[in-house]
């Protein structure tokens, strides 16, 4: 399997159109036992699978690790469906996540300022904990929902899912697969911001137990209040399923992506503690040469084999790699007396390649009154990072309020590079028992061995090579009460740790860094108690969680000057969920946190402080209401609230403002084929910070109120 994947990647580039073409053949060739009039029966293999594009609620979690009802499962987790994101056009990762609470953007460091995966959830950095299909991620791409059903979000300390991770949880996108039903769908849109976007999602059924499936995704234009700042996307994705509805199942996918930006480097954070003047939300501090492109290749396959009605063997492989060169300019350090700003250069080259086989057996077992729900399996994965560093140019001076427009001279590689690689192999188990009607147990626990080798060639040309190896234990516990059938009640623990150069794979000599061999992994423990309810004939959940994470061996500054790792964070919180359909014509997704941040172990100017990019209150709503058969209008509200960036009490670093975004939402079905869309986007016009870099030196402007015209259609 493994030469077969390597071999996959290192055909001819041009593969991917040939396999496109190959697909789009299927897709629309017409012979008689393909035709419209072959009616097939929808079998419905795997009970996991939820419906994700006609409803905003469903019950199973992707993962077969989470192995009981989410009703029943003891932690928070959040789906937002394709039903949710269709209505609000959300088309990346970074606006589908505006649908849950706690969830904020900052702008990253050294080139990665485009605040694509630069998520902090509930306190904390998710970088390096977004994964696909249940794979991790760590792609600097944007990432696009074309090909996505779902985007399943896990909160809390997660290391017994997932191996080496952060405190606050995971993000897991679910990729479209072949199905076996004949159905074309797409979407054609242009916004006033004169950005157009056509998707396509092409579905054939080959015969009752074989399907194919094609989506594709073109967008350019610009973006809502930036000049200059451009969108360029492209993306293939083609799924081939066999043995749908028998016990034998294989599914292979391959997905191609292609993104050419101008990227927005923000604006300087001049005027936001008041005082002088703001800088203008819609210049650009960019230069003519800046650029951003990226491209990657995922292929997947899929075999799961139902060794009874109750067990079932699954393997997944995968080998997936990401190339992404980027020029980037930004405005840096400015000043009110000579009204001047300093532009600096963010230039690199990075791939990111991994290979990974996943085995996972799931059954059931029945002793006496103790019902048994297992999930076990065994992960091999080999991740690598590479990043090449280019000649670093002079800082450029210009207007603070009127920038011009510069460039640079040919860019060319410095010799400065680092290669990182992490070879893993993990090993978990789940229970989850069920003790009567009353009671479910649930436990787990995971080992992972790790070996991480960073070969660095640094700023002196002199080449080193740092390693380190590890072992990594995590788990989960929890005890779920059910008063009712509808409802539960649940307590819960679990861990996660975090070893030197989890995130990125690089490594640090340097002895006061958390990336040193020589130091410990950052481990966390969250504890949650909370409650589950399907109401309304199971059409409505209602969900509130308490929880408290504590996250242990950070790196700090004692009194005497030495270096220790006798840090620590903690954030406690409450969350507060709804999401489903009122009545049949009425749906919402809403939701609220309160979190409560606070370094509790730190450097004398630190301790005491709340965590950075982590407000004390957000909440979410978006709710449709069909009003006929054919007219349905939506709105929605965002609200942040204000944001910490120092870490010390001597900063003088801004801070983000508390800020509310209105969007509405209109459509009507034509025909049975054809739905016109408007969605309207901050709708008050509101100005706001949507994210800021950590030095608080510039920020990246909400988008300005703008309109997306859509036409739906659907065979």
Known sequence: MKNYIVSKQHANKKIYLTASAITATILLSTPAILSAETVLDEINVNEKKDNYSESYKVDKSYSSKITQDLIDTPQTVQVITKKVMDEQQATTLQEALRNTPGITLNLGENGNTNAKDNINMR????????????????SNAVKDMYNTEAVEVTKGAVG?????????????????????????????????????????????????????????????????????????????ATSVAFGIGTATRTTINYEHTEQDDVPDGGIPTVGLNGGAKKADTSK??????????????????????????????????????????????????????????TRSMHARWQENEILTNQLNLTTEIQTGILLHKISTGIELTKENQLTKNYVSQAA???????????????????????????????????????????????????????????DIVSNTLVASTLED??????????????????????????????????????????????????????????????????????????????????????TMTESDGTTSQNGEKEVKGIEFGIVGDITDKWSMSAGFAKMDTEYTNSTSTSEGLSLRFAPEHTATLWTTYKFTPAFNLGAGARYVGSQDVKTSTTSTTPKIDSYVVYDVMASYKYNKNITYQLNVYNLTDEEYVANMNNSGRRYTPGASRSGLFSLNYKF
């Not at 306190?123 to 760590?138: A, C, E, M, T, Y």
């Not at 075999?303 to 840096?332: C, G, H, V, W």
């Open 284 to 341: 650009f501090y960019g230069s003519s040469d800046d650029f951003e492109e990226s491209k990657s290749d995922t292929f997947t396959i899929k075999f799961e084999q139902d060794i009874s009605d109750n067990t079932m063997f699954t393997n997944t492989a995968r080998y997936a790699k990401t190339s992404q060169e980027m020029l980037l300019t930004s405005p840096f350090n400015f000043s009110t007396t000579t009204n001047t700003v």
């Open 160 to 236: 017994s899912d997932n191996g080496r991770g952060v405190s606050s949880g995971y993000i897991n996108q679910v990729s479209k697969t072949a199905k076996n039903v004949d159905e074309a769908s797409g979407t054609a849109g242009y916004s006033t911001a004169k950005n157009a976007r056509l998707t396509a999602d092409l579905n054939k059924a080959l015969n009752e137990t074989t399907g194919i499936r094609l989506n594709v995704l073109k967008q350019k234009g610009d973006v809502a209040g930036r000049d200059e700042v451009e969108i360029d996307r492209t993306g293939i």
């Open 396 to 454: 450029q001076v210009t207007s603070l309020y009127n920038p011009t427009n510069i460039s640079w001279n040919d860019l060319s590689f410095s010799g400065q590079k680092s290669d990182g690689e992490t070879t893993t192999v993990g090993a978990y188990l789940f229970d989850s028992i069920n003790i009567g009607e009353k009671f479910i147990l649930t436990g787990g626990g995971r080992f992972d061995r790790y070996d991480t080798t960073n």
């Open 469 to 554: 190896d590890g072992h990594l234990n995590s788990y989960k516990a929890g005890l779920v009460y059910k008063p009712l059938d509808n409802g539960s009640v649940y307590i819960s623990r679990a861990t996660t740790q975090l070893p030197p150069g989890g995130a990125n794979f690089t490594l640090s000599a340097t002895t006061t860094n958390a990336n040193n061999p020589d130091m410990e992994p950052q481990k966390s423990v969250t504890d949650e108690i909370g409650t589950k309810w399907d109401l309304l004939d199971n059409r409505l959940s209602i969900t509130t969680a308490i929880y408290k994470t504590v996250v242990e061996n950070e």
């Open 123 to 138: 306190g904390f950095d998710v970088q390096g904990s977004i994964f696909k299909d249940g794979i991790r991620d760590l």
